[in-house]
C-alpha cells in the first residue's frame, strides 16, 4: 500500500497466480486509468483489515468447526490430512499449507454456505454489458443465494467439501464468491486464508469436536452475515 502511495497502480503479473489471470481474463482494468492511493484512502484500508478481516476469519473458522463436528467422518479425514502436515513439518510451510487439498475443500464449503459478506460516486458503465450504475445508487450482489442456487451446486444445502476438490468442480466461477472476483477482489483474501487453514489445521490436529444442541442462529449487521453463537463440544485427542 505505501508503494501504491507513490506509483500508479497496475496489475502485477508476479503477485497474481496463472490459474487466477486465466479465471478472470475477462476482466482487466483499462489502460487509460491511473490511480495512486491517497492517505485517507490508505488509511481506511488499514482499517478494512482490522474491521472486516480479523471478524470474518474468526466467524467462518467457528463455522468450520461447527460443520465438522456435525460430520465426524469429514473430521477424521481432516485430522489425518493434518496428522500427515504436521509429522513433516514443525512450523508454518506457506505452500504446503496451499496444497492441502482436503482443508481447502472444508473452507470453501463452510465459506459457500455461510458468505461473510457496495455507492459510486459516478455513473458507470459496466464494459460490454450495456448496464449502467448510476451514481448514489448501492449495488448489491446477492452471494448468498448465489452460493445456494441448485443450478450450480447439486444439493445446495448439504454441507460436501468433496465439491470443491479439483476433480468436482463444476460451477461457474462467478457463481462461488466469498472473497470477490477480479481486479477488485478482497484485498485481504490471502491473509484470512492463510489465518484459517493453519488455525484450523492446528485445532483438528489437537483436538476431536462434537455438535451441540443448540441449533446456528444468524443477525445481519453492517453488511455482514453473523452467527449469535457458534457452539460445539470440545474433546483433547489422546
Partial sequence: MLDSAENDMTLDSENHDEKDKEKYKEIQTTDD???TLTSDELIGQCMLFFLAGYETSATTMALCLNQIAKHPEMQQKLYLE??????????????ELNSLKYLNAVIME?????PAATVPNEDYVLN???????KDNIVHIPTYAMHRDPEYFADPDHFKPER????????HP???LPFGAGPRNCVGMRLAQMEIRLA???VVNRYRFYPSEKPLEF????????????????????
Fill in 219 to 238: 443477525y445481519f449487521t453492517g453488511g455482514l452475515l453473523v452467527p449469535k453463537s457458534v457452539d460445539v463440544r470440545v474433546e483433547r485427542r489422546v
Fill in 33 to 35: 486509468i491511473e490511480k
Fill in 128 to 134: 460490454g454489458t450495456g448496464i449502467t450504475i448510476k
Fill in 164 to 171: 470443491f476438490l479439483a476433480e468436482n468442480i463444476a460451477h
Fill in 200 to 202: 484450523l489445521i492446528s
Fill in 82 to 95: 493434518s496428522k500427515k502436515y504436521f509429522n513433516e513439518f514443525k512450523g508454518v510451510d506457506y505452500d
Fill in 174 to 176: 462467478y457463481a462461488y
Fill in 110 to 114: 463452510t465459506q459457500r454456505l455461510f
